[in-house]
């Protein structure tokens, strides 16, 4: 007896590890993001200096056992420093995520359900936003509003908002054209109750995903207006600000640009990880 | 490679240590046809494909000999397997539009399967593509070999993917439902195409789940169930005598063969044939001269619906029958109240429920009585709101009808048992369900509000020949049991026949016949019910010749897709 095997499968082995992969990276990102949000709530927890102090005879100190990551040119510890400004940066992104969302929201609704001259009008709005460099239209509004934390927020929300509104009214559009909305008028479920109770859940589950990405994408963006000195004013324990601060000295002083800007790309890589893993779980429950 | 016998002895194949097709045998001579025959999971296709070597990822293969034209098919390597597939076995894949590159002229994909096995030089690769596409019947081979798929209609698709597994002039032919969504006189057609590759003396191997259409083929039957063979012999004492209660099954269940009011699946008691309510019970829907003028984004605008009118009686079916593009679907959404008409109207209980102009009626007035008219679907998921589970499901359809939440959950149970399904279902999603099963629940929503009428749009065909007799003996059951009207709507003769008190033809939009029931099928007046009626497959013994009808009525093709007609009342 002749036999004939196919087995392209992969050794159990490899497999496992594969596995066992996909399920650290999401582990390590919910935990430091948890420990950013715990950070953000109660900062006294972590740093137990004034992030603030100003202690002149301290200046300069490299990362150690008495500042973990070193002090800056006004002997200020750069632990406490970005422990403290990670509730600026969150709040910022957060809040310049909702804005963007609340934005997009309404004018992908305008669009998708609006019928096609209000729809044309939307689309019309959304490619004139498009074409300006978002974070042209950004300094535009610093500039005209002024800098600090709320344009900031403001600023960030409206140049990330177009990108979101198009994926609302897409989503509103396929799923208003979806067998089950029909399926839903056909019962004679009234509009209203149909739009709020299958259209919306419906078309804003895939955004869930997009949203935890977008946090981590508004604090890169708010980090980027402060660089540019548009943001909190320094002194503040602001991530962006302590960038743009530590720029003079990164020669010689690596610790004050460093570690700012590892928690940026760290809290940025965590809403990613995180946002995909969520992403997998919601479709796979799907299909 | 004189004999091209195709010998296969005690084939088994496993995935992963499961089992799924065990101990097969059988042999092909040349010229000779053999039908695999079997419901979705049974093992069929599997068995095709590996006999090209192509079972799939993680396929373990075994057999006593697996050989064709003398060599051995299990000690090929895969440089071997690539210049038998094509060449010496032509494949003919089940769906055409997937099977077939969407970016690629048509043409193109046939002188790819001549290049890679080096046949002739440029000029003479060309033209043995005109050919081949002339050979399957292609009118104006040479324009339709520069078309893409999706300028194609069905029937020249599946037209097209056939001359690419004859390209090689391979001396067996498998192919895998190849009629399988096509039309009735499309299927004949290629019916046709297929019989003249046999008469060539090539020999063929086909799968399909409808045995009407294997009547027409096979010299040999083989019936396939959960991976082993249940029954195997000559198609005529299979189709006729079958030994198996499983191959019986099947055949009772083809509903062309049984007329109104028999039962077409085995499980269920024997039950009495219930009286047909009188041809003159009260009206309940009537729509009178409907049309619908749809302009697609290129194209002319196009009369998809053309005065249509009818009536539909309490606890009566009326059937509505045509190809794809034939315009009924657009009319089950008229009358759904789903789609404005651009003239006629329709009366619903009495009322006035959609017209135009001075009787159009407002979707908020329509609502008071949408109680009173449902809907089924072919596919069912897409119906279902993906996050509910069925108990949400059909809660949300009981919350229309009035049903406080309290009582929600004696009733949700009650409608599962109704439409024969376990009550713990509830907690499940309609992903976690078969074909079946969910359009089990698709009826059970349909009649959770009491209603009159229930529009049923091709509510059996995507299902498999005995699935589908089940649901239509569960349609059949409710509507005794309910006195339901159905306005039931479908491409495929034999459903509509066994169905239907009065049936209505659709052809470009527009009515060409109707009759009630029994007279149309037997004596069916206008030229295309005829062409129509004569291109249904039947089982052998049940009487005439299949009629294949002229080319012509497909090179016309109606080429439009009536899902493009989204617009709906929200």
């Known amino acids: ?287 | 490679m004189s004999d091209k016998h195709l010998i296969v002895e005690g084939l088994s194949i496993e995935f992963g240590g499961q089992s799924v097709v065990r101990n097969v045998s059988f042999t092909l001579a040349p010229g000779k046809t053999l039908a695999l025959v079997g419901e979705s999971g049974s093992g069929k296709s599997v068995t095709a494909r590996s006999l090209i070597g192509l079972a799939g990822a993680g396929a373990r293969v075994t057999a006593r000999t697996l050989s064709y034209g003398g060599q051995d098919l299990l000690a090929l390597s895969e440089r071997g397997w690539r210049g038998l597939r094509g060449k010496g076995i032509g494949f003919v894949l089940q769906d055409a539009l997937v099977s077939l590159d969407p970016l690629r002229p048509v043409g193109k994909e046939i002188l790819e399967v001549l290049k890679t096995h080096n046949w002739g030089d440029r000029r003479s690769r060309r033209e043995r593509v005109i050919e081949l596409l002339e050979k399957v019947g292609v009118p104006e081979p040479e324009l339709r070999a520069r078309q893409r798929p999706d300028q194609l209609s069905g029937g020249l698709r599946q037209r097209a993917l056939i001359a690419s597994a004859l390209a090689m002039s391979p001396g067996l032919v498998i192919a895998d439902e190849p009629t399988t969504a096509l039309d009735a006189t499309v299927q004949a057609q290629i019916l046709q195409v297929l019989q003249e590759i046999k008469a060539r003396g090539d020999s063929l191997l086909i799968i399909s789940h409808d045995l009407a259409v294997v009547a027409q083929l096979a010299d040999e039957v083989l019936v396939l169930r959960h991976g082993v063979v249940v029954e195997q012999g000559p198609m005529q004492q299979v189709l006729r005598n079958p030994r198996h209660p499983y191959t019986q099954a099947l055949l009772d269940a083809v509903p062309a063969e049984h007329a109104r009011g028999t039962r077409l699946s085995p499980q269920g008691s024997a039950q009495a044939v219930a009286p047909r309510p009188a041809a003159d019970s009260p009206v309940l829907l009537k729509a009178t001269g409907l049309g619908k003028r749809y302009t697609a984004p290129d194209q002319q605008p196009r009369q998809v619906v053309d005065d249509v009118s009818f009536e539909l009686r309490a606890g009566r079916t009326l059937g509505i029958v045509g190809e794809s593009g034939s315009g009924k679907t657009t009319v089950a959404r008229i009358v759904l109240g789903l789609l404005e008409p651009d003239a006629g109207q329709v009366q619903f209980l009495g009322h006035a429920w959609s017209g135009v102009g001075a009787d159009r009626v407002l979707e908020k007035d329509r609502r008071l009585h949408r109680r009173d008219i449902s809907v089924i679907y072919q596919d069912p998921l897409s119906s279902f709101d993906p996050r509910w589970s069925i108990g949400q499901i059909l809660a949300d359809a009981l919350d229309v009808a009035g049903v406080s939440a309290s009582q929600q959950p004696a009733r949700i149970s009650e409608l599962l048992e109704q439409v024969r399904l376990p009550a713990d279902l509830a907690t499940r999603r309609p992903l976690q369900l078969s074909g079946g099963q969910r359009q089990r629940v698709a009826i059970a929503r349909a009649i959770a509000s009491n209603p009159k009428v229930i529009i049923c749009d091709e509510p059996v065909s995507a299902l498999d020949v005995s699935v589908q007799a089940q649901v239509l003996d569960l349609l059949a059951d409710l509507q005794a049991a309910l006195g339901l009207a159905y306005l039931f709507i479908s491409h495929d003769l034999g459903v509509i026949r066994h169905v239907s008190d009065q049936v209505l033809v659709m052809r470009h939009g527009k009515v060409v016949e109707s009759a009630p029931v029994d007279v149309l099928f037997e004596n069916p007046q206008h030229a295309y019910t005829q062409r129509l009626l004569g291109a249904v497959p039947r089982l052998p013994g049940a009487g005439s010749e299949l009629v294949v009808p002229p080319l012509e009525a497909e090179s016309t093709a109606w080429l439009f897709d009536e899902s493009q007609l989204w617009k709906i009342a929200i």
């Open chain 1, 1 to 287: 007896m002749s036999a004939l095997t196919l087995e392209t499968q992969l050794p159990g082995i490899r497999v496992q590890r594969v596995a066992r992969n996909v399920r650290l990276g999401p582990l390590l990102a919910f935990g430091f993001l948890l420990f950013v949000i715990i950070a953000a709530l109660v900062p006294q927890l972590f740093a137990h200096s004034n992030p603030l102090a100003i202690v002149p005879n301290d200046a300069f100190h490299p990362p150690g056992w008495g500042h973990w990551f070193g002090t800056d040119q006004s002997g200020r510890d750069i632990f406490s420093r970005v422990i403290y400004g990670t509730r600026q940066s969150l709040l910022i992104g957060l809040a310049a995520t909702a804005l963007a969302m609340s934005v997009a929201i309404a004018l992908g609704l305008l669009g998708g359900l609006g019928g096609p001259r209000l729809d044309r009008g939307v689309n019309w709005l959304l490619e004139i936003l498009f074409a300006f460099p978002s974070l042209i239209l950004a300094l535009l509004f610093v500039a005209v509003f002024g800098s600090g934390i709320g344009p900031l927020i403001v600023a960030t929300g409206l140049g990330t908002a177009p990108g979101y509104a198009r994926m609302v009214r897409g989503q509103v559009l396929a799923v208003r054209h979806s067998g089950y909305i029909e399926a839903a008028v056909a019962l004679g479920h009234p509009t209203w109750r149909i739009i709020v109770r299958q259209l919306l859940p419906n078309a804003m589950r895939p955004l869930i995903v997009t949203l935890t990405m977008g946090v981590g994408q508004a604090i890169v963006w708010a980090s980027a207006l402060s660089f540019l000195g548009l943001g909190a004013p320094p002194p503040a324990p602001e991530w962006g600000t302590m960038l743009s601060m530590g720029r003079d000295f990164v020669a010689n002083a690596w610790w004050l640009t460093f570690f700012p800007g590892l928690f940026i790309v760290l809290t940025t890589l965590s809403t990613t990880v995180a946002g995909r893993y969520l992403q997998q779980r919601l479709e796979g429950r799907l299909s």
